[in-house]
């Protein structure tokens, strides 16, 4: 899922960005809030990281003014800020979960799976059309009992498709999801990632359609 990071102490954001990489998000990291808050009024996340104290513009404005403007993304506020005042006003303004520094990575990434899951509607890590399944946890795919060798940026598009079958999503909604801004951005790459998740996934009870200038879905053989 694509993650949009604004943390200003660089040691910190380095490590999340490098850590939440490795699991296969596509990370977008800022340091300035006022230059993040400009971002979130044109770009679509699928989740929020959001320090507060930051220089142009701290946390806390940015979710009140992302709330202001019907902006829904889930929102996780880290900071150093431990206080039961503080906790509870992030919640009340907007956001969906509250961390502490310092805190333990495998934490971090739980909280995400779970804001993640709670977006998408799901109870667990496991997204599943059909016979295909994603581990969200472990970044691993299956048809049935037989798990399958997928490269980061397919399982990326993959994990974008299953999380929503049937739903049609065009050809720049997975390039938003494959590239971020300081990344090289490739015209031909989603028509390539498509073609060899369709050879990967053969035989699997599901089926990567494309409805030509309009974009991709996933449909499970029984229709749902």
């Given amino acids: 899922m694509r993650i949009f990071l604004v943390e200003d102490t660089t040691d910190v954001g380095e490590a999340i960005s490098q850590r939440l990489q490795k699991t296969g998000h596509l990370i977008d ?61 992030a919640l009340d303004i907007g956001a969906d979960d509250y961390l502490v520094k310092p805190f333990d990575f495998r934490e971090l990434e739980a909280r995400i799976r779970v804001l993640l899951r709670r977006k998408n509607g799901g109870a667990t890590n496991l997204i599943t059309c059909g016979d295909l399944i994603l581990d969200r946890q472990s970044r691993s795919v299956s048809v049935g009992t037989k798990e399958i060798q997928l490269k980061r940026r397919e399982i990326a598009i993959l994990e974008l498709l299953l999380s929503r079958p049937g739903r049609l999503f065009s050809k720049g909604e997975l390039m938003d999801h494959l590239y971020g801004f300081d990344e090289e951005v490739n015209s031909n790459a989603v028509e390539l990632y498509i073609s060899r998740l369709r050879k990967k996934i053969e035989g699997a009870r599901v089926r990567i359609i494309t409805q030509r200038g309009i974009g991709y879905q996933m449909v499970a053989d029984n229709g749902t």
């Fill in 29 to 89: 990291w800022q340091t300035d809030g006022a230059v993040a808050a400009e971002i979130l009024g044109f770009t679509e996340y699928d989740l929020v990281i959001l320090d507060v104290m930051l220089p142009g513009m701290n946390g806390f404005e940015i979710l009140k003014h992302i709330r202001k403007t019907g902006n829904m993304t889930p929102v996780l506020i880290l900071t150093a800020r431990s206080e039961v005042e503080d906790r509870v006003g």
